[in-house]
């Protein structure tokens, strides 16, 4: 069955600009979660999205939002970008309430602030 | 909320010899633990993974043993070879009902030939 699938791959954008990531997760799985990944911080846990509604929230500003679609689809949001939002930003998805709790990874989708 | 904290940040070895990372965790409540392999430029990718009811697993030349009542549980390789050189995470799973993931900050290991 098909993966993860994160769109786009890269991205490249100016300070101050919005952008918005999306994650497919894999057929069946209902719980998305994003992730930022910087050198250094290793993965820092954003949000986590179950049947459209938002679950978890990592420690990250307001201007990082996301949404989760009817279909599992999910996209993240981020506002008003800094050159420090530059990273890999990853989605897993898992099937929840299962005894496999494994989540599956996304490419990513690197982003780059300038 | 869940604190996982990873040792060390960096290893390295030489072929054949072993690895060992080291993991501890805040949660009482967590009981599911997966280790993630990244190789460079690709995704996290689950290499084993061990429940609170286990205290140690193995799969050929990977283990990972539990220990519940420290709340620290560590990943070994043995008989490392080169392709062993990647990011490995930890992370620890709570059973509540939002059974959130929280991960480790890696450990880079450089398997030297």
């Known amino acids: 069955k098909a993966g993860v699938t994160q769109t786009p791959r890269y991205l490249i954008k100016t300070r101050g600009q919005q952008v918005t990531l999306s994650c497919s997760p894999i057929s069946g799985h209902r719980s998305v979660s994003w992730y930022q990944q910087t050198p250094g911080q290793g993965l820092q846990f954003l949000f986590e999205y179950f049947s459209e509604t938002q679950r978890n929230k990592g420690n990250f500003p307001g201007r990082f939002s996301g949404r989760q679609f009817s279909n599992s689809r999910s996209e993240m949001n981020v506002s008003t970008l800094e050159l420090g939002d530059s990273a890999l930003y990853l989605c897993?998805?898992?099937?929840?309430?299962?005894?496999?709790?494994?989540?599956?990874f996304g490419q990513g989708t690197r982003l780059t602030v300038v | 909320g869940e604190n996982v904290e990873q040792h060390p940040s960096t290893l390295s070895v030489q072929e054949g010899d072993s690895a060992v990372i080291k993991c501890t965790y805040s949660?009482?409540?967590?009981?599911?633990f997966p280790w993630y392999k990244q190789e460079l430029g690709k995704r996290p990718q689950l290499i084993i993974d061990?429940?609170?009811?286990?205290g140690e697993k193995k799969d050929q030349r990977i283990a990972v043993t539990l220990n519940k009542t420290a709340k620290h549980f560590s990943l070994h390789i043995t008989e490392t070879q080169p392709e062993d050189s990647a990011v490995y995470f930890c992370?620890?799973?709570?059973?509540?009902?939002?059974?959130?993931?929280?991960f480790g900050t890696g450990t880079k290991l450089q398997v030297i030939p």
């Open positions: 897993a998805s898992s099937l929840v309430g299962s005894l496999n709790t494994e989540a599956f």
């Open positions: 061990i429940r609170s009811n286990v």
């Open positions: 949660d009482s409540a967590s009981n599911y």
């Open positions: 992370a620890a799973k709570n059973s509540g009902g939002y059974q959130k993931v929280t």
